[in-house]
């Protein structure tokens, strides 16, 4: 299996500009999950699809970030407009466990780092 | 919310020593994973372990979920063993699958 997948592994826009990051997940995982890395906050979720409908997005900054799922193989991560704070590496994992299930391993793509001038 | 807390934030070894990081969890769990991420920024999934103990080659875990803490051993230290070991885990009485994390022991592994 060649494991979750993020594009591109490293984006550089300026301010103000549209940024989508893209994941495929380990074929036959159900639960899809976006984290973010800074130095400032470390790893956070910022949002969690489980058979492709998000159950939380509570860590979601604001309405700037948006994320779909829009069938099981696909996701996308888009902040519209981006600010230089949005700068961070944000990671993309896959799971086999679901609502019920919840504490299957979680596997992490290698990121995608971006960089907001 | 559950906090996680990982001790020493910062280790120094010489090759061929062994190391113990700790990782203390202020609530019940149904998931803890340990990581190491390299200093390429990879993620690795060392161990899926919310309770008992596992051994993979030179690595180890115990979790004592009743005392909430997780422990990691290295053995033998390679200089790859290097980079940052993050304990995560998910709150037993949580509604979510996601993963908190600790904010990670450093290590370096001088040759």
């Known amino acids: 299996d060649a494991g979750v997948i993020q594009s591109p592994r490293h984006e550089v826009t300026e301010m103000g500009q549209e940024v989508t990051l893209r994941c495929k997940p380990i074929?036959?995982?159900?639960?899809l999950f976006w984290y973010r890395q800074t130095m400032m906050r470390g790893l956070e979720l910022l949002i969690y699809?489980?058979?492709?409908?998000?159950?939380?997005d509570s860590g979601m900054p604001e309405d700037r970030f948006s994320a779909k799922m829009p069938n099981a193989s696909f996701s996308t991560l888009k902040i519209q407009p981006s600010e230089p704070r949005d700068s961070a590496v944000y990671f993309c994992?896959?799971?086999?466990?679901?609502?019920?299930?919840?504490?299957?391993?979680?596997?992490f793509g290698p990121g995608t780092r971006l960089t907001v001038l | 919310g559950i906090q996680v807390e990982q001790s020493p934030p910062d280790l120094i070894l010489q090759e061929g020593a062994n190391s113990t990081l700790r990782c203390n969890f202020s609530d019940s769990v149904n998931n803890l994973q340990w990581f190491h991420q390299n200093p390429w920024g990879q993620l690795i999934n060392l161990f899926y372990i919310p309770s008992g103990t596992k051994q993979n080659g030179r690595l180890s875990a115990t979790t004592v979920a009743t005392e909430r803490y997780s422990l990691l051993y290295i053995s033998s230290s390679q200089t790859t063993d290097s980079g940052v070991y993050f304990c995560a885990v998910t709150n037993y009485g949580g509604s979510q699958g996601n993963l908190i994390f600790g904010k990670g022991t450093k290590l370096s592994v001088k040759p």
């Open positions: 074929s036959g995982h159900n639960s």
């Open positions: 699809f489980n058979n492709n409908v998000p159950i939380d």
């Open positions: 994992a896959s799971s086999a466990g679901g609502r019920v299930r919840r504490t299957d391993t979680q596997y």
